[in-house]
């Protein structure tokens, strides 16, 4: 029963949401918006479990003084400090907006920005002209770089039609065939979720 | 000097680059910037809406991708302003709560309009795509809705004219739920990972244009004479992916010459 109930559940509104699409019946469609509205519910709940996870986890290692727990007391500190003042003073304050626009943006945009670097440096090594394959990728490359910066028009007035041309034409055409592709293989998994087929969503040892 | 070539040290790398990206910024080249046929269509479609238009603004994106889409943010919601029309602003992620009211902050706010009037945030709507759905059918079941004048005529997403997302990731959530349940028409300003993704979309129709990272939104600025931070950062991307270029090529150089001595070496 462990597992029966939550698959029976799955079925039942995968199954609800699919009919909704195709049939037209009060009914039906307010128990579908119900259901769909409880799922936003869900969302912003579990949003609230995760923080309380993340605590206990962190706790924890502070707690047991395990590797990495002056991280944890940080992550600990700065998660209450940003939750309680949103809720007493509001996102409009500076004490907030000061947590966000100096700690939390910056610090992502950084770990962002780090990314250029990597790629600039594994680019350097790795694009190299081995055979016609990796000089058409080369090639490819050069020209959309070129293509996605003002700097290219200086060099030739046509490199940005070139780059659209890559852009619409050839990569376009291999998107689609990943997005058909991707799309059935969605459809064929979430069919065996919502049939019963398959329960490794559920996770757990099978009994 | 062969192997310095091939392999460069990273650290060499990395200061180049910071010096490519740092001077230009400083020291503006004033490059110009040629106009993409997806900006001008945007750009004229937004510029053609009446002004009882009602435009739903989706800011999809945490911190992380500020740097390539908090400009093209800021650029549509300035025009949307000088246009006058009626504006919702909703985020679907929890971390993009604050740059949605910076955004409103230097567009809407500083363009003298009244909020509740011209313009509302509607908040946070949780679930990403499921939310998305649930809008489908009632906005007050996602998001509290104020009694205000602009809401008025305004129940689920259908009722919008315009539907504008910006994402750091797929957009397929919006082309299911909005275009296709609703027929809203749909337009993408997305990070330059993603943009290849959204090329069908478009050329399918189900997307007016897709415009791409920090390079389209430095053309918004230029075509709608919006000012903002975009185009200032155009020589800078222009002069890293330019330096790129040179070092593959000279790694590539330096492949041929090591590959050359080892290549003449193997003949019998």
């Given at each position: 029963?462990?597992?029966q ?9 995968g199954?609800?949401?699919?009919v909704?699409?195709f049939?037209?019946m ?19 709940i ?5 923080a309380v996870?993340l605590?206990r ?6 707690a ?9 007391m940080?992550?600990?500190s ?5 939750i309680?003042?949103?809720l007493t ?6 004490i907030?907006?000061?947590?966000y626009?100096g700690?939390?943006q ?5 770990a962002m ?6 790629v ?10 081995r055979?016609v394959e ?7 490359a050069?020209?959309?770089?070129l ?10 007035s046509g490199?940005p039609?070139?780059?659209?041309w ?9 998107q689609?065939?990943?997005i ?8 064929a998994?979430?069919?065996r ?7 490794e969503?559920?996770g757990?040892s099978?009994d | 000097?062969?192997?310095?070539l ?10 180049l ?9 400083l020291?503006?080249f ?8 997806d900006?001008?269509?945007?750009y004229a479609y ?5 002004p ?16 390539e889409l908090?400009?093209q ?7 949307l ?7 919702y602003v909703?985020t ?19 363009a003298g ?9 509607l908040g946070?709507?949780a ?12 906005l007050?079941?996602v ?10 005529g ?10 504008i ?6 957009v397929?959530m919006w082309?299911?739920?909005?275009y ?6 749909l ?5 330059a ?26 053309e918004?600025e ?5 000012p903002g931070?975009?185009?200032?950062t ?15 090529m000279?790694g590539n150089v ?11 070496e193997?003949?019998?």
């Amino acid at each position: 029963m462990k597992r029966q109930f939550p698959l029976l559940v799955a079925s039942v509104t995968g199954l609800l949401m699919i009919v909704d699409n195709f049939v037209k019946m009060p009914a039906l469609n307010q128990a579908a918006s119900t259901v769909r509205t409880w799922v936003v519910i869900i969302a912003l709940i579990s949003l609230a479990l995760g923080a309380v996870n993340l605590l206990r986890i962190h706790s924890a290692r502070i707690a047991g003084r395990r590797a990495g727990w002056v991280y944890s007391m940080v992550l600990c500190s700065t998660m209450l400090v940003t939750i309680i003042s949103g809720l007493t003073v509001g996102q409009k304050h500076a004490i907030y907006r000061h947590l966000y626009d100096g700690i939390m943006q910056p610090g992502s945009s950084t770990a962002m920005a780090l990314l250029a670097f990597f790629v600039a440096s594994a680019a350097v090594r790795s694009f190299r002209a081995r055979n016609v394959e990796a000089t058409l990728l080369l090639g490819t490359a050069i020209i959309l770089m070129l293509g996605n910066a003002p700097v290219g028009s200086v060099i030739y007035s046509g490199m940005p039609r070139i780059s659209a041309w890559f852009m619409s034409i050839p990569s376009a055409a291999a998107q689609r065939g990943l997005i058909i592709t991707s799309a059935i293989a969605f459809i064929a998994i979430n069919l065996r979720n919502i049939l019963g087929f398959s329960s490794e969503w559920l996770g757990g040892s099978k009994d | 000097m062969r192997s310095g070539l091939l392999n460069p040290d990273r650290r060499v790398v990395y200061l180049l680059l910071i010096i490519a990206l740092t001077i230009p910024l400083l020291k503006p080249f004033g490059m110009p910037i040629p106009i993409s046929e997806d900006t001008r269509t945007a750009y004229a479609y937004i510029e053609g809406m009446d002004p009882g238009a009602r435009v739903l603004l989706s800011i999809d994106y945490g911190p992380s991708v500020v740097a390539e889409l908090q400009a093209q943010c800021i650029a549509f919601l300035r025009h949307l302003a000088r246009k006058g029309i009626r504006t919702y602003v909703i985020t679907t992620t929890p971390d993009g709560v604050p740059l949605a009211a910076a955004a409103l902050t230097e567009s809407f706010e500083a363009a003298g309009k009244r909020e509740g009037i011209d313009y509302i945030y509607l908040g946070y709507v949780a679930g990403q795509e499921a939310g998305l759905a649930a809008m489908g059918d009632s906005l007050a079941s996602v998001v509290e809705v104020q009694n205000k004048p602009i809401m008025e005529g305004i129940g689920k997403l259908s009722d919008f004219t315009l539907a504008i997302a910006l994402r750091g990731d797929g957009v397929l959530m919006w082309v299911r739920q909005a275009y296709t349940k609703y027929n809203v028409p749909l337009l993408f300003s997305v990070t330059a990972v993603v943009a290849a993704g959204t090329v069908p979309y478009v050329q399918a129709g189900q997307a007016i244009a897709s415009l791409t990272s920090n390079k389209c939104a430095a053309e918004y600025e230029v075509l709608g004479r919006l000012p903002g931070k975009a185009v200032a950062t155009m020589d800078a991307q222009s002069s890293s992916h330019l330096l790129i270029i040179v070092l593959i090529m000279l790694g590539n150089v330096g492949y041929y010459l090591t590959k050359r001595p080892k290549a003449q070496e193997a003949r019998p």
